[in-house]
């Protein structure tokens, strides 16, 4: 049999708050195919088998790429879904302790509010004492008509062009089939309608965000 590839995680922890730690954000994968039930070897290791105290082998990757901004005075906006959630914690973690001016923006979507509002005491925290400006949650599956995060992006159209005028950086975590061509889809219109420009004109735009490195994406 071939060696088993590796997993990779979004860190969800700052090393200035948790220098000793690495905090992960794991879903766990269970489902029945064929009437047997499956497991993800990865997930359900690290959710159902692995003990404290126990070693596990792990190695950190580095993300030059999806990374804050230089300056501590920029914005950001921060779009995650599901587990594409940890590395905003981390941001936010990071911010906070490093008494950045730049405010932070996050959007969530998850399916349920009840089950799936992660870390949802901490980010009410941070909404309180001012780590988050604003926060934007997308429950998918509480109500008959199923809203999503890219919903809320279009529902705050003036909001995300008013902190993309002021030179907010954009950042993108999630699946990557059904979350990031529909941000950078919604990104757009939103673009469109509040700039007055045509279709292209505004795709043009989103494309220079990204020559910027000002719309990032860590999607799988």
């Known amino acids: 049999l071939r060696p088993l590839p590796s997993r990779a995680y979004s860190i969800a922890s700052s090393l200035l708050v948790h220098p000793d730690e690495v905090h992960l954000t794991v879903g766990a994968v269970r489902y029945e195919a064929f009437g047997r039930q499956k497991h993800g070897v990865c997930s359900s290791f690290l959710a159902d088998r692995v003990a404290v105290g126990d070693v596990a082998r792990v190695y950190v990757q580095p993300n030059e790429y999806f990374r804050l901004p230089q300056s501590t005075d920029t914005d950001i906006i921060m779009i995650g879904a599901g587990t594409g959630i940890a590395p905003f914690r981390a941001f936010v973690e990071e911010r906070v302790e490093l008494g950045a001016a730049g405010r932070n923006w996050l959007l969530f979507g ?3 509010f009840t089950t799936d509002f992660l870390y949802q005491a901490e980010w009410q925290q941070h909404l309180k004492r001012g780590g988050l400006a604003k926060l934007d949650v997308a429950f998918s ?30 950042y993108v975590c999630g699946d990557k089939n059904r979350l990031g ?3 950078q889809t919604a990104l757009t219109q939103v673009v469109q309608k509040e700039a007055g420009l045509s279709a292209d004109e505004a795709a043009a735009y989103v494309k220079n965000l990204r020559k910027q490195r000002r719309y990032l994406e860590d999607v799988y």
């Open 110 to 112: 998850n399916p349920h």
């Open 181 to 183: 061509g529909a941000v």
């Open 141 to 170: 599956r509480d109500q008959a008509e199923k809203i999503y995060v890219q919903d809320r992006l279009l529902e705050n159209s003036r909001d995300v062009f008013g902190w993309l005028e002021n030179g907010a950086q954009l």
